[in-house]
Nanobody, 124 residues
Framework: QVQLVESGGGLVQAGGSLRLSCTVS????????MGWFRQGPGKEREFVAA????????YYIESVRDRFTISRDNAKNTLYLQMNGLKPEDTAVYYC?????????????????WGTGTLVTVSS
C-alpha cells in the first residue's frame, strides 16, 4: 500500500515562503508521476503543479508559475513544493498525489494515491 504524508504547512504573512514536503512510502517512488493540488475555503480542489518521474518535466497553473517550484528527490522518496511570494488567495489545504505512471499528469481523476493534506494559511 502506498502512503503519502504531507508536511510543511503553516501560517505565513503575504509575501512569505513555505516549503511543503510529501514523503511517499514504498520502493517504487521513482516510477510515479507526482502532483500537488489544493482546496481553498469554499472552493473545489484544483491542480497546482506536476512533475514527471525524474523531475525532467514540470507543469504549473498560471497563477503560481513564477512563484512555486515543484521538485523531487527519488533517493529520499520525497516530493517538494517551494512556495515564494505567497498571497492570501494561496490559502488552502495542499495535497500531494501520485500516479503509477512515469509521465506527467495534471488531472485529479487520474491520480492513484493521495495524502491527507497540509494547511497553508496566508495572512494579508
Amino acid at each position: 500500500q502506498v502512503q503519502l504524508v504531507e508536511s510543511g504547512g503553516g501560517l505565513v504573512q503575504a509575501g512569505g515562503s513555505l516549503r511543503l514536503s510529501c514523503t511517499v512510502s514504498g520502493r517504487t517512488f521513482s516510477r510515479y508521476a507526482m502532483g500537488w493540488f489544493r482546496q481553498g475555503p469554499g472552493k473545489e480542489r484544483e491542480f497546482v503543479a506536476a512533475i514527471n518521474w525524474n523531475g525532467g518535466s514540470t507543469y504549473y497553473i498560471e497563477s503560481v508559475r513564477d512563484r512555486f517550484t515543484i521538485s523531487r528527490d527519488n533517493a529520499k522518496n520525497t516530493l517538494y513544493l517551494q512556495m515564494n511570494g505567497l498571497k492570501p488567495e494561496d490559502t488552502a489545504v495542499y495535497y500531494c498525489a501520485a500516479r503509477a505512471n512515469m509521465n506527467i499528469v495534471r488531472t485529479e481523476s487520474a491520480m492513484d494515491y493521495w495524502g491527507t493534506g497540509t494547511l497553508v494559511t496566508v495572512s494579508s
